[in-house]
């Protein structure tokens, strides 16, 4: 039988609390013996001070200690006669009744169990030191007090401490504390399991609600989220839960729309390929070399869309091979240039270049990325550029930096829009005209190819009034 984890944190704070009041209670338990053994001690201590004071005056009365040889009976009744100095509020009838009517103290006194345990207990010593009552042994932290007569020393007197209790009242006295320290103890354990259960349900209550949610999330429900309700370690944990939904959540709505765009870029050349290659089979179309020039044209933008995804795919992975070296990016922007210098000529748009007059520019790149970069720039260039527009291409050092600049003309890319610009599929034109623009793949090719050289891009409006493009690498340290 598996125990849930609300049963166990209760159980762990019941057995927490439980051990905290088994040890306070043995403890105490310590403290109340030898407390009022102690206590029990320092009294029987101070009432040994009658006694010493009726040794004092019978040593006096005698001349000596031989009158110990006498017996045990003249024993008792000096300790009966030292306990009847101890009641002060008795009557005096009482009090004759203990001493006998003239004064004098009954000769054999029947002993009592008290007296005869107070008795073993008594050591006393001459004035050199030589035991006359006590055992043969006497402790050396045994407090003795001093006999005197007269200013002179007679002897020494103690009472050897208890070890343990032996009376009924002090028993049963004790036995009372302990009863109701136990009694403490068991409502305690009472109360805190009373309110460790609460306390136990309130703190795995976030946890279920996790759990719940971390099912619905596996069911593809993604959506789910839990309440923050703290700010503790739950509530964190709650948090990171809720973020790390909302991220699965955006990535299951980018995979559908990636797979909603691949058809709808994929479905244009082949529907085309489909009606030029039908009309040719049912006679509408002569297969004339102009025929063949459409298809052609159709399958190289379908191999080029296909191209542009398989390098999408390996970019956004990481396995895009690069074969990096050190290398002048200025030449690379010269040739890029060069080759679509015919094009933007064709389409009466003014190209410029600028790159560093003195001083060679060194990187650590790949010539083939970098070269693909530069084509894509320009190629976006030459499709949204208006006729009779202008493109300025630049390149130089800062701050040991390698900045290119891509700006042109007409039309510009609204603001809401111009941070879409690197998501793949994304064009500006709502159409989607394949006439005016690619798959949308071109830029987010460009902002993987830049990220591995280390670099950064960013976009803003173009001084000529359509897009700013700004490529920053790092420039290679020569040592």
């Known amino acids: ?11 762990a704070l019941l057995a927490a609390t439980g051990t905290v009041v088994i040890c306070m209670f043995l403890i105490m338990q310590w403290s109340i013996d030898r407390g009022f053994l102690r206590y029990v001690n ?11 004071e009726v040794l004092e005056e019978t040593y006096a009365e005698k001349g000596g200690w031989d009158f110990l040889l006498e017996g045990s009976g003249i024993w008792r009744s000096l300790l009966w006669r030292a306990r009847a100095r101890e009641i002060d509020s008795d009557s005096l009838e009482e009090r004759e009744k203990r001493q006998g009517r003239n004064g004098i103290p009954p000769s054999n006194p029947p002993p009592s169990r008290y007296s005869r345990r107070f008795e073993k207990r008594v050591v006393l010593l001459d004035e050199q030191k030589n035991i006359l009552i006590g055992p043969d042994k006497i402790p050396d932290s045994l407090d003795l007090r001093t006999l005197t007569l007269e200013g002179r020393v007679v002897g020494y007197f103690g009472l050897l401490p208890r070890k343990k209790l032996s009376d009924i009242h002090q028993l049963r006295f004790v036995k009372q504390q302990k009863l109701a320290l136990a009694l403490v103890g068991g409502v305690l354990i009472l109360v805190s399991a009373g309110l460790s259960y609460p306390l136990a349900n309130r703190l795995v209550r976030p946890i279920r609600s996790l759990a719940a949610a ?6 593809g429900d993604y959506p789910a989220r839990v309440p923050v309700e703290s700010t503790d370690e739950l509530g964190r944990l709650a948090r990171d839960f809720n973020l790390l939904a909302a991220t699965l959540e955006k990535n299951e709505k980018a995979r559908r729309e990636w797979f909603a765009d691949i058809s709808h870029e994929l479905r244009t050349p082949l529907a085309i390929l489909r009606g030029e290659i039908e009309a040719i089979q049912d006679g509408v179309r002569e ?19 296909v ?7 390996l970019s956004d992975l990481g396995a895009l091979a690069y074969r990096k070296e050190t290398l002048d990016p200025a030449f690379l922007l010269r040739e890029a240039v060069e080759t679509f210098r015919g094009e933007f000529m064709r389409k009466s748009i003014a190209m410029e270049l600028s790159l560093p007059a003195e001083g060679k520019l060194s990187i650590f790149g790949d010539p083939e990325r970098l070269h693909r970069l530069f084509v ?28 290119v600049d891509f700006m042109d003309s007409a039309p510009g890319v609204p603001d809401s829009e111009r941070g879409k610009l690197f998501d793949r599929f994304f064009r500006v034109e709502a159409s989607r005209n394949r006439s005016t623009g690619g798959a949308g793949l071109g830029l987010s090719i460009c902002r993987n190819i830049v990220e591995a050289h280390q670099g950064k891009v960013e976009v803003k409006p173009s001084p000529l009034g359509g897009l700013w493009t700004r490529i920053y690498f790092p420039m290679e340290d020569r040592g």
């Open 287 to 305: 297969p004339s070399q102009a025929a063949f020039h459409s298809l052609h044209s159709e399958v190289m933008h379908l191999g080029k869309l």
């Open 42 to 52: 320092t009294l029987e201590q101070q009432k040994t001070e009658q006694l010493a």
């Open 1 to 11: 039988m598996k125990i849930g984890i609300r049963y166990r944190l209760f159980l």
């Open 376 to 403: 894509n720039l320009l190629d976006n260039s030459l499709k949204y550029t208006e006729s009779g527009g202008r493109l300025e291409a630049r390149m130089f050092k800062r701050n040991g930096e390698v900045i």
């Open 214 to 219: 971390s099912n619905r999330l596996a069911a």
């Open 307 to 313: 191209d542009d995804l398989y390098q999408h795919s």
